[in-house]
């Protein structure tokens, strides 16, 4: 038989119970586009804010992390080795936080072809002059261009550009919350102290959102130039360098790499924000299990009209079995009409699906802690269009299954002579 | 008219067992050849559909040998027992058991499209000249619930014919029919034999109807007496 007469027969067997067939189909549609939106909203809502830290911390940071040495002098000397030492805390002395050779590093660092990009970053503790109290602060000294590369910092600036900072000498870019605190505003003069009692006038050209208001109270942007005199070091001077990688999953070993390459503390970003990974994929695993849970439900929907017609259609069974159709013609047949509910469900409800998105995508969501997110965030990705039809497609075809076995074994003697 | 053997049967039995065993038939054997009008007759209750639903291999738990066309039914798989009911053997039963969600023309073709040896547009215009020969080919549009009674077992019969069986087995066809109907039924089948060659087997109540064809198998309490 061809499959074209077998969905025909279907198709007949379908039409005559189109109330049934329509809800049938219906409860897939809206399963898939639930399925559908809900995942895409999660994924977007997980890509922002896993965005509002991953994107801004470096895959692999390098720097000189002070600490005692390794040896205290008296275990030098074999000598004493059995001794009890006395003296046993020698502290160090000079450590820099200064990376040597930064040049070098940089230039080898280019040249990599793992690496996306390089930003070295400075950071100075201040005091933020406000009056005669002073608020405790950190000023960063930033490249902008490779910041904004690397960390998309421009997309954070509010009220402002960021490149004012390379362009005006002893600029600086306010954290909102320490910008609030201070009355700043654009083109303002601020006071700063440095840990040193230096004071420092710099002109405010912007501010720094970063969606997480702690942080904002206290972290500030100026050029490197302007932090290296902050810190009163020369142009030098450079205590961290900030890599990104085109793989995020070789940071581990690449920090390793370079650790034992430079002579230098690697730190990777799996090691310094273990938690997000399990955040974001708890809250993934969680709308799956809801689209799933949404897919067998409507899976049973289907179960229960096609019991429901093969009771009604024991006849029409008969019949065919009895004009020569084999149970596994009938069984085919039943197969067929539960798949085009499950497909037709399938599409319909992706298309849905993708109209709530785009509905979601316009509703707006105005957080003050994200400036340029404007409306919820929504990932169009087309793998949860795929998998929600081919799980829809998969149910249906179980649904059909045990349904269409019962009618492939229906006796047409019994029917007949029941008649 | 050859004398070749159509059907078969050799020392059939058949026992339901609900809740004490039945025997319904006992020690069957016969033959029909082809080309023959055979009616069958016999009390209510005596095992005439029991016997039809054997020959027409729907039923396969009894005990001896059915034989058509020169095979053994024994041993044959669930799907080519459908393949032989498909390809040899026509069924016309009292309810009229047309499929109400398609139209009279459907009905006719679907053995055909199960068979699948014609094209679509060739067993459409086998099953209309077999409606037609019938005399009902104004109906071939309808949907098989819009039509009569009579109308309806004609259709049967062009289903039954459509994939040109060996043998047309029915369960009294005009049971539930007039006596003008069962005339036209009645002349229907006789053609069939007379100028299609074809082998026709038909269980009835009627006796007026068994004696017009040509060889009359009287049936009482599971066995063959006549
Ligand atoms: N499924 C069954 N279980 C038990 N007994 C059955 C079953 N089917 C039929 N019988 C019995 O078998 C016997 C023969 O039944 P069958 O239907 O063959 O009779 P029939 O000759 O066709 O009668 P009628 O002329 O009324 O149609 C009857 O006594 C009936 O009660
Ligand atoms: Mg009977």
Avoid at chain 1, 86 to 107: C, D, G, M, Q
Avoid at chain 1, 282 to 303: D, K, N, P, W
Avoid at chain 1, 346 to 356: K, P, R, Y
Wanted: glycine share 6%.
């Amino acid at each position: 038989m061809k499959i074209k007469h077998i969905f025909e027969i279907a198709k007949a067997l379908l039409l005559a119970r189109s109330k049934q067939t329509l809800v049938a189909a219906i409860g897939v549609a809206f399963s898939v586009a639930f399925f559908v939106s809900l995942l895409g909203f999660m994924e977007g809502l997980n890509t922002l804010l896993d965005g509002l830290v991953l994107n801004r911390t470096p895959h692999i940071r390098l720097y000189n992390d002070i600490r005692p040495s390794d040896y205290q002098p008296v275990e030098l000397d074999s000598t004493y080795k059995n001794f009890h030492h006395l003296i046993h805390s020698i502290k160090p002395a000079n450590a820099r936080k200064e990376i040597y050779n930064v040049e070098t590093i940089f230039k080898r660092l280019e040249k990599d072809s793992r690496v996306f990009g390089v930003a070295p970053k400075l950071s100075a503790q201040v005091f933020y002059n406000l009056g005669n109290i002073q608020l405790n602060g950190v000023v960063n000294g930033i490249e902008v261009k490779q910041e904004s590369k690397l960390f998309q910092f421009e997309d954070y600036i509010v009220g402002g550009n960021a490149l004012d900072l390379d362009y005006r000498s002893n600029s600086i870019i306010l954290g909102q919350g320490v910008a609030d605190k201070m009355l700043a505003k654009k083109g303002d003069m601020i006071q700063v102290t440095t840990a040193k009692g230096e004071q420092f006038s710099l002109k405010v050209v912007g501010f720094f959102q970063s969606g997480m208001a702690e942080l904002d109270k206290i972290q500030s942007y100026v050029s490197l130039t302007t932090c290296q005199k902050l810190l009163g070091e020369s142009s030098t001077y450079m205590s961290d360098i900030q890599i990104k990688l085109y793989d995020i999953d070789k940071a581990p070993e690449l920090a390793k790499e370079y650790a034992t390459l430079f002579k230098i503390d690697a730190e990777d970003i799996q090691t310094a924000n273990a938690q997000f990974e399990t955040g974001s994929s708890a809250r993934t695993i969680i709308s799956f299990a809801v689209g799933i849970v949404l897919l067998i439900v409507a899976g049973f929907g289907i179960y229960n009209i096609l019991n429901m017609m093969i009771y009604e259609k024991m006849d029409t069974i008969a019949i065919l079995k009895a004009t020569g159709f084999s149970g596994s013609d009938v069984k085919k047949i039943f197969i067929a009409i539960s798949l085009s509910i499950g497909l037709s469900g399938a599409i319909i409800g992706a298309l849905l699906g993708l109209v709530f998105s785009i509905i979601i995508d316009h509703i707006p969501f105005d957080s003050a802690a994200l400036p340029s997110i404007e409306t919820y965030p929504v990932d169009y990705g087309i793998q949860y269009y795929t998998i929600a039809v081919i799980f829809a497609i998969v149910t249906t075809y179980f649904a059909g299954w045990f349904p269409s076995r019962k009618a492939s074994v229906v006796d047409p003697v019994e029917i007949i002579r029941g008649k | 008219m050859n004398k070749e053997i159509a059907l078969e049967v050799k020392s059939i039995n058949k026992s339901f067992y609900d809740p004490v065993k039945i025997d319904v038939l006992k020690d069957l054997s016969f033959t029909i050849n082809r080309g023959e009008f055979v009616s069958v007759t016999g009390k209510s209750g005596c095992g005439k559909s029991t016997l039809l639903y054997i020959l027409s291999t729907m039923d396969t738990e009894y005990n001896g040998e059915l034989w058509i066309d020169n095979e053994l039914m024994a041993g044959k798989t669930e799907s080519q027992l459908a393949l032989v009911r498909n390809e040899k053997i026509g069924f016309v039963f009292q309810f009229h058991y047309l499929l109400n969600e398609f139209s009279v023309l459907k009905n006719v073709m679907l053995p055909g499209i199960k068979a699948n040896k014609l094209t679509e547009q060739e067993l459409e215009h086998n099953a209309y000249e077999l409606l037609k020969k019938l005399g009902i080919e104004r109906l071939a549009k309808k949907m098989a619930h819009q039509v009569s009674g009579g109308e309806k077992q004609r259709v049967a019969i062009a289903r039954a014919m459509i994939n040109d069986p060996l043998i047309l087995m029915c369960d009294e066809p005009t049971g539930n029919l007039d006596s003008k109907n069962t005339d036209i039924v009645f002349n229907i089948f006789n053609d069939l034999v007379n100028t299609n060659n074809k082998t026709l087997l038909v269980v009835t109540h009627d006796q007026n109807f068994a004696d017009k064809t040509q060889r009359n198998i009287v049936m009482e309490d599971g066995r063959i007496i006549s």
